[in-house]
T-cell receptor, first 114, second 111 residues
């Protein structure tokens, strides 16, 4: 049973560039959430996708956008990158049809902005 | 705003001893709580969860206690092993689907 997968593992970009991160949920899951984890801190919620729509959003600017595909996989896009966007980006999947359901995390994508 | 936090940023424990990691939360509306373990360079790994209608739940070598009166959550690890060295996060979820995490407790197991 495949768990949550993310690509790429590492990424280096320069300020002002755009980046796309990808996530495939755990088998049987239809909901994908994205989190940003700065070094030494806990993950911060960016947004959640369910039925190909953004269902909930955290306190992140519009530079952060996402998409969910019919196969439940998801992308996170960040435009106009800032140095402060350097972080570990985590994807978590869950079954959105059952109220509060456990979110399982992928290994993350380490983004470095120079 | 609401937040979830851990009492101590670090915990050093002798191999074989029991560990207790504490967490305080502030959102009374939260009804689901999860403990995650994160090893260096990896994503958070689910350990155990508990819903607000319970006050204790046990897993393999782990126990989670929930005290809703004082908004306190704890994780107990029995017979701590070197592989338990990691950062531990508590997280809460209310009916808005998102998880709120604290800053984490770094557990170091001494041989």
């Amino acid at each position: 049973d495949a768990g949550v997968t993310q690509s790429p593992t590492h990424l280096i970009k320069t300020r002002g560039q755009q980046v796309t991160l990808r996530c495939s949920p755990k088998s049987g899951h239809d909901t994908v959430s994205w989190y940003q984890q700065a070094l030494g801190q806990g993950p911060q919620f960016i947004f959640q996708y369910y039925e190909e729509e953004e269902r909930q959003r955290g306190n992140f600017p519009d530079r952060f956008s996402g998409h969910q595909f019919p196969n439940y996989s998801s992308e996170l896009n960040v435009n106009a990158l800032l140095l402060g966007d350097s972080a570990l980006y985590l994807c978590a999947s869950s079954s959105g049809t059952v109220g509060t359901d456990t979110q399982y995390f992928g290994p993350g994508t380490r983004l470095t902005v120079l | 705003g609401e937040s979830v936090g851990l009492h101590l940023p670090t915990l050093s424990v002798q191999e074989g001893d029991n560990s207790i990691i504490n967490c305080a939360y502030s959102n009374s509306a939260s009804d689901y709580f999860i403990w995650y373990k994160q090893e260096s360079g990896k994503g958070p790994q689910f350990i155990i969860d508990i819903r607000s209608n319970m006050d204790k739940r046990q897993g393999q070598r782990v126990t989670v206690l929930l005290n809703k009166t004082v908004k306190h959550l704890s994780l107990q690890i029995a017979a701590t092993q070197p592989g338990d060295s990691a950062v531990y996060f508590c997280a809460e979820e209310s009916n808005d689907y998102k998880l709120s995490f604290g800053a984490g407790t770094t557990v170091t197991v001494r041989a």
